[in-house]
């Protein structure tokens, strides 16, 4: 949700995405700039990240930005730009800036729950299936696959998404659910 602080406020168990340290080296900020950027891109190429977040001593400097416009060539002038004024201004001698990865796949997920409320599980499901497919470690969009599949009357497939949930999170909350959920739907014997 737009002005929640940081990963600190996601439940455990959900990824709070993949955080870049940098050193900065003032005299050589624009060369540790573009190595940043290259690593980015190869983020990027994997498809599972979708969002950009820079931040300063804890304090985030500019809003979300999308992947794509961060790694294009045209991106290295305007926010690399803009970041590099921040950063100059305020670094005296080495410092870390964080750069967090972010996935779309917490919101996917969201919006799948709104959908199976409202009573549309098949949509709900490809929503689930597109959160999955954003992240496949996050257990909150595995354990509503199995949800959905469970209420289309498909045991053995809402097992499965159920176990792949709890793998994920196995002493955490969503874990805990999986397990209560899936508990009735194996085998007995």
Known sequence: APGRPGPQALPSGEPAGRVLPFEIDPKRMEEG???LQGEMVHWANKGRY???RFKFRGKQLLPDLPLAAVVAA???TFYWGGILRVLVANVVGGSVFQVELVNDAEKRVQAGKETLLSGDVDQALVLFREA???DRDFPSAHLNVGVALKLKGDRKGAL???EKAK???PEGPVGTEAERLAAPLRPQG
């Open 50 to 52: 979708t969002r950009v």
């Open 167 to 169: 793998e994920r999170d």
């Open 33 to 35: 700039l573009r190595k």
């Open 160 to 162: 499965a998404a159920f």
């Open 74 to 76: 045209e991106g290295l």
């Open 132 to 134: 999955v497919a954003m």
